[in-house]
């Protein structure tokens, strides 16, 4: 039985991961099978559909949780920035540290877009200090140099040089 509900769990991911991944095209070329949608909105509006059901029916196995961080993103790319940062917050805060660093880089992600620059630098600097597989330190770095661009440009500049001197591959 448990067997069972994962499979059907990872089946309903997987669709809803390639409705998220899929192209937005005006028309789908001739013969193709592959999902397309027209705009960016219907894509992600038939995404959320999908994770949302997968993260309601299977909230206690991973697919249930990585589709909850995946609500949060498609809840970002649609503007919801409220129902975004709740989602992104929950995931970040449950017992996946891999999947938490991901939302955690999103979150960031979603307060830098809407202005709250303090938020995401506290972010960026947390997942600097604790990477993770999922999030290196560099990640956490690049992000925060990015953030330092716009904000302290200075200080992006001695970031970048600090990052090529210690990854120089």
Request: proline share 4%.
């Amino acid at each position: 039985l448990y067997r069972s509900r994962q499979d059907k769990a990872s089946s309903a991911f997987a669709q809803a991961l390639v409705s998220f991944h899929a192209p937005v095209t005006q028309s789908a070329p001739p013969g193709t099978t592959q999902q397309s949608f027209k705009s960016d909105a219907e894509k992600y509006q038939q995404a959320l559909k999908q994770f949302s059901d997968v993260a309601g029916s299977y909230s206690w196995i991973a697919q249930g949780r990585y589709a909850r961080y995946y609500v949060g993103l498609c809840q970002r790319a649609l503007g919801n920035n409220t129902e975004a940062e709740k989602e992104l917050k929950a995931t970040s805060e449950g017992r996946d540290t891999e999947l938490g660093a991901l939302a955690k880089l999103a979150l960031g992600g979603l307060y830098e877009q809407t202005g709250r620059t303090d938020q995401a630098e506290k972010i960026y600097r947390d997942l600097e200090s604790h990477p993770t597989i999922t999030v290196p330190k560099a990640t956490g770095e690049l992000a925060l140099a990015e953030l330092y661009q716009k904000t302290k440009p200075t200080e992006a500049r001695a970031l970048y040089q600090q990052i090529q001197k210690d990854y120089p591959g």
